[in-house]
């Protein structure tokens, strides 16, 4: 366990925190590209992920960092993903 007792198990991915309004809960996009087959190409897409946000690292996370999540277990209706921790200060 990274923090707390709860495993990581699963996709470690990588966001850029969008909303930290929610109480321990943040919201990261996750920017990825798909091809579309019928016309060669690449477009680009973007995932929104609800993560938990340990009381650990409150104070450390803000509004544009890239933040690196782990996959646990269903928290709640929508959180699935716990922050593990920043990999780059935000621009904003």
Same mark, same amino acid.
């Given at each position: ?30 920017? *990825?590209? #798909?091809?579309?087959?019928? *016309? #060669?190409? *690449? ?15 409150? #104070? ?33």
């Amino acid at each position: 366990p990274y923090h707390g007792n709860t495993r990581i198990r699963g996709k470690i991915t990588q966001g850029i925190v969008t909303n930290k309004k929610s109480k321990n809960t943040i919201i990261i996009r996750r920017d *990825y590209v #798909q091809f579309i087959k019928k *016309y #060669q190409r *690449y477009e680009r897409r973007n995932a929104r992920l609800a993560c938990h946000l340990p009381e650990c690292l409150i #104070q450390e996370i803000e509004l544009g960092d890239l933040v690196k999540v782990g996959e646990s277990r269903k928290i709640s209706k929508t959180k699935a993903f716990i922050v593990l921790g920043k990999i780059l200060r935000g621009s904003s």
